[in-house]
């Protein structure tokens, strides 16, 4: 029992400070290319996602092949319905993170994103501006429909949300900051 708990604190603490720390990261000035902001991940958030993505697949796998060709109890079994699809999806989630790679410029915000391959708005073309406490992103919406996701962990995201500020009409955009705002005040 102690163990269980001495465990539970240990993750606890070092998820915390791991996130504390992307978190600082990607609060570090932007990288600037010319008249654009690049948005990438913080490199140690990179190689923790190049890490951890592998880890749960194999993780995934590993249950799976323990389940089917190993001495598996009934418990494992049970908690294997949960455990396998649960860490396959964390795996590749993580891993197709790692692409994206946006740049914010005068005209707009563009580049490639995790699912969708490549995407783009110019910002004078924005209706909708929202912000997610639970995915910590903001979700750009133009007038066509195309949306483009921004995370909270890209490094200069603080640059595009301050030129979203100034650029876009405040009843596109001002409640999404906003949200933002208070998020980063209750330490979200």
Known sequence: MAVNITGTIIATVVATAAMTYFV?????????????????????????????GPLFLAASIGTLGMVLFGDADAKLQRVSWFAVPLSAVLGMVTLVETRVNLAADAEGIRGQTAYRGQRGVKWDELVTVSYSSASNAFKLVDRNGACLRMSRYLQGHEAIVALMAERLPKHVASKAIEKYRNAQKAGY
């Open 24 to 52: 600082r990261s990607a609060a570090q000035p932007p990288m600037l290319e010319g008249e654009s902001v690049r948005l990438t991940y913080p490199k140690s958030m990179r190689v923790f996602m190049y890490v951890a």
